[in-house]
């Protein structure tokens, strides 16, 4: 039984997990006062700076109040109403945010299969579109990838560059879905940047709400063009927060000394450690390859189904699939090592 003196840490999602403490100082700090609303506060021109510094001088960041509103906010930017938008068959946007980009942005998506979540220019061309269909269907305006993958999977340097040339070559626009940029970035060993717009990424969905804040995402544009009139956007897509100062405070903590990379880092190194402890487990096996702080591991079925139950309140997400379970289990930036040896405990328990 848990000791319910113990804070209860489950792996259900990194949602789950509280604010790390630097960003509640760092909201603490910017309360005192007024200050100018709807980002014309001092907060939120820091963040300005740092961001450029980050991503370019022609960048432009704009904080958001969530990540399905910055997803649906930046297609918006980038696509018309009547457009579509090539995606994976995995991806966030298509499966889990309840058609906000087909209803608030009137665009269709186009969902490919892939085998880790990742799309590649050869499984993107598989949505493309014939002008001879003109004016009956839905143009593909975008390509959006999510960095790292709704399957843990990350996307390398040269694998970004491929799908932005292809892009280019099409006429299309690149988006990342970056809810989990920092795990992706501190996978890859480098900035935000370098996990995206380094690598021909046009707009990214820049995710922090999963690593340590409250709450609050940014979209990134890594020029000024399409960035145009964003703010205007922002606000017709309910995305505008009117205390800026408390939104961008944290984002910038995050970014600052490089805090979101190293709660990252944690959440990846106990992601590690729990694939491989689950590896030396009898009758379960990793289903995917774990680069950031996602573990899917797959079971019989029965088995998956005890597992989740024994889980609650945090039962982590149970795909069946024939006679397996596919459990995805998550780390976050306060995952402790006991947390994951307490998780492997409970997967070596057979049914009776
Ligand atoms: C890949 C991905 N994109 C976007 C989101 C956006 O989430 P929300 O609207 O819940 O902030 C999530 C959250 O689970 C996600 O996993």
Known sequence: ????????????????????????????????????????????ARLDALARAEFGESSRIFPMLNGTGANVAALRAIARPHQAVICAETAHLTIDETAAPEAIAGLKLLGAPTPDGKLTPEIAATRLADRADLPHIAWPAVITISQPTELGTVYRPEEIRALADFAGEHDLVLHMDGARIFNAAAFLGGGLAAASTDHGVDVLSLGANKNGVVFGEAVVFADPVPAQGFDVLRKGSLQLASKMRFLSAQIT????????????????????????????????????????????????????????????????????????????????????????????????????
């Open 253 to 352: 903590a995050l970014i600052e000394n490089d805090l979101g990379l190293e709660l990252a880092a944690t959440a990846n190194a106990r992601a590690a450690d729990l694939a491989d402890r689950v590896s030396a487990l009898e009758d379960i096996v990793l289903a995917q390859s774990v680069e950031a702080n996602i573990v899917f591991v797959a079971m019989p079925l029965e088995r998956a189904r005890d597992f989740v139950e024994r889980q609650a309140p945090h039962r982590p997400l149970l795909f069946e699939v024939g006679e397996a379970g596919l459990i995805r289990l998550v780390c976050s930036w306060d995952t402790t090592e006991e947390d994951v040896q307490r998780v492997v405990a409970d997967l070596e328990v057979r049914q009776a």
């Open 1 to 44: 039984m848990p000791d319910p003196s113990e804070p209860i840490r489950g792996f259900a999602s990194d949602n789950c997990s509280g604010a790390h403490p630097r960003v509640l100082e760092a909201i603490a700090a910017v309360n005192d006062g007024h200050t100018p609303s709807y980002g014309a506060d001092p907060e939120t």
